[in-house]
């Protein structure tokens, strides 16, 4: 292989392996990436299933700082609407379940929780921060989508998750 082939072929690694990690998580706007996952009850959840509900969706983990913040405050946005067609699905991607069992037990969180230690689901989604928030319209289009979490963010949620309610 001469040196200019070699370059070229460099250089397609380069911009191949700088595309796949700059994926992104969906815009405003997209169909949400379809996909199924096994929750912390057991059971399969799809997220084409959960259509004509608002979805709030969460990736997180037990070692993110902000994560262990915000998990509380998405509880108690959880329990106030989910009476009135709201879903939150936590994506956990930590490697060792049992981290996220224990901070699911010790934060006493009510919501459906998906596992999604391969990191499928995350990659699906292009999910480059953490936490990472998508809120999800009733026609499973991503409307909102946030990235980390910082004082105040779930005043946001509320907001936002309100406004796809009333539609």
């Keep these: 292989m001469n040196a200019r082939v070699l370059t070229g072929f460099l250089a397609t690694v380069v911009i191949l392996l700088g595309a796949e990690s700059a994926a992104a998580l969906p815009v405003a706007g997209a169909v949400a990436p379809d996909f199924a996952s096994k929750s912390a009850s057991g059971r399969n959840v799809r997220l084409s299933e959960l259509r004509g509900q608002v979805v709030l969706m969460n990736f997180w ?70 936490p990472a928030t998508l ?15 910082y004082q105040g963010y779930e005043r946001k949620y509320e907001q936002q998750v309100r406004e796809l309610l009333k539609e």
Excluded at 72 to 82: D, G, M, S, T
Excluded at 84 to 103: C, E, H, I, Q, W
Excluded at 136 to 141: F, L, N, Q, T, V
């Design 61 to 130: 983990a037990s070692w993110c700082g902000p994560c262990r913040q915000e998990l509380p405050l998405l509880n108690k946005i959880y329990e106030q609407y989910r009476a009135a067609g709201f879903t939150l699905l936590a994506v956990n991607l930590d490697d060792n379940r049992k981290d996220a069992d224990a901070m699911l037990k010790r934060l006493d969180l009510r919501f459906p929780t998906l596992f999604d230690g391969g990191k499928s689901v995350a990659k699906l989604y292009g999910v480059d921060t953490m």
């Design 135 to 149: 809120v999800i319209d009733r026609d499973g289009r991503v409307r909102y989508v946030h990235r980390g979490y």
